[in-house]
């Protein structure tokens, strides 16, 4: 079973558009959690780290649900230039695990 | 400038002849990392080291060797390359595993024939 799973997508939506990804992970013992980005194939960059309360960032809001074992990206009001693979990844004890991403693409 | 670079960036060779990747960070990190990413399996990590002589392996070593002499310096040899190691590598740094973020190089693209 692989430790990070995701969607693949691919989301296509419109500008303007609020888009939700989840994202589970098989391992009860992750210590933390994060959204990357990764643009076609480049190196992937960090987006935002997701704490137990919640967190928030301009138009993106990332959730973690421990007792389920899901994280959640949330993209309000979508820009072209949020078009990208989004990778959701954990930490336990001192490996980083990937889900395979999920592309979107924010259509004019 | 805050970087991690790696070199070559992209790489065709032969079954069998020795390779080596290598990965430099300017950031003073602890934690660097190696990755290769695949389609369909996403990032998976190879080696990675908490500190100047640590190493450990990730979840997919096989054919993978790594050395940390130095803090800055991670490099991936690949002893006796074959054609599944064909990939896009990154390697990465952080101060720590946790909640730290991991800067990535820039990736190498290598295909072994």
């Known amino acids: 079973r692989k430790e990070v799973e995701q969607d693949p997508g691919p989301f296509n939506v419109p500008e303007g558009a609020t888009v939700a990804f989840n994202c589970t992970y098989s391992?009860?013992?992750?210590?933390?959690f994060f959204w990357y980005r990764q643009d076609c194939r480049k190196e992937p960059k960090l987006l935002m780290s997701?704490?137990?309360s919640g967190n928030e960032d301009g138009r993106f809001t990332a959730q973690l649900n421990r007792a389920s074992q899901y994280i959640s990206l949330l993209i309000r009001d979508s820009k072209l230039s949020d078009s990208a693979t989004y990778l959701c990844v954990t930490n336990t004890g001192n490996q980083f695990y990937f889900g395979t991403g999920t592309s979107l693409t924010v259509i004019p | 400038e805050a970087q991690v670079t790696q070199n070559p960036r992209y790489l065709i060779t032969v079954t069998g002849k020795k390779l080596t990747v290598t990965c430099s960070q300017n950031?003073?990190?602890?934690?660097m990392s190696w990755y290769r990413q695949d389609p369909g399996l996403g990032l998976r990590q190879i080696y990675y080291s908490m500190n100047v002589e640590v190493t450990d392996k990730g979840d997919v070593p096989e054919g993978y060797k790594v050395s940390r002499k130095e803090k800055r310096n991670f490099p991936l040899i690949l002893e006796s390359p074959s054609p599944n190691q064909t990939s896009l590598y990154f390697c990465?740094?952080?101060?720590?595993?946790?909640?730290?973020?991991?800067?990535f190089g820039p990736g190498t693209r290598l295909t072994v024939l």
């Open positions: 997701v704490y137990s």
């Open positions: 990465a740094s952080s101060r720590g595993a946790g909640y730290n973020e991991q800067f």
């Open positions: 950031m003073n990190h602890e934690y």
């Open positions: 391992n009860s013992a992750s210590q933390s």
